[in-house]
């Protein structure tokens, strides 16, 4: 099917939006892959503030040329699915591999921050712990660090209120035999 100039023109235009607006986004390279899996994509997505596109290939390239964003040529040549992730990036890689282990397609490349990963790297990506976990993590280890040294303080004057317990029941007991 051709598409007008002005159509492609406004396709440039809503990729040119969904990459400013994406905080990453990730190629998928997909075969024999029916609109059931797609659309089963397209919600898993969802879930995780992200969307996921079927681009025209030379279009998209026309926005990352004009981005300066690098990438290889010889992963332009499939056709390609883009995950846009509006959200926490870790969470839609996440997201992606799980519904790449279920379907078939290929994880070919992400962009965080306009740095390009491999595969390998988005892979990796979704491996980590999520936003809200690792804020967990990581207030668990200043509490856990704050909790130690209060009881490093409190212990010598623990210790002597003991030992002034001690002779107080000591001098009760003493008191209570005479």
């Known amino acids: 099917m051709a598409f007008t100039r002005k159509e492609k023109e406004a396709m440039v235009a809503q990729y040119r939006e969904w990459v400013d607006n994406s905080s990453a986004f990730f190629v998928i390279s997909y075969k024999n892959m029916g609109m059931p899996a797609i659309d089963d994509a397209r919600a898993k997505m969802r879930e995780v503030n992200s969307e996921i596109h079927v681009v025209k290939n030379r279009l998209f390239r026309l926005v990352m040329n004009e981005k300066g964003v690098e990438f290889d040529e010889e992963f332009w040549e499939d056709n390609n699915l883009v995950g846009f992730t509006f959200g926490e990036a870790p969470a839609a890689a996440k997201a992606l591999s799980d519904l790449a282990k279920a ?76």
């Open 103 to 178: 379907n078939v397609f290929d994880i070919r490349m992400g962009y965080v921050d306009n740095s390009l990963l491999t595969a390998d790297q988005v892979k990796a990506l979704a491996d980590l712990p999520t936003q809200p976990v690792m804020r967990g993590i990581l207030l668990g280890t200043i509490m856990a660090s704050a909790t130690k040294l209060v009881r490093t303080l409190a212990e010598p004057a623990r210790s002597m209120a003991a030992v002034v317990k001690a002779f107080s029941d000591e001098g009760q007991a003493a008191g209570s035999a005479a």
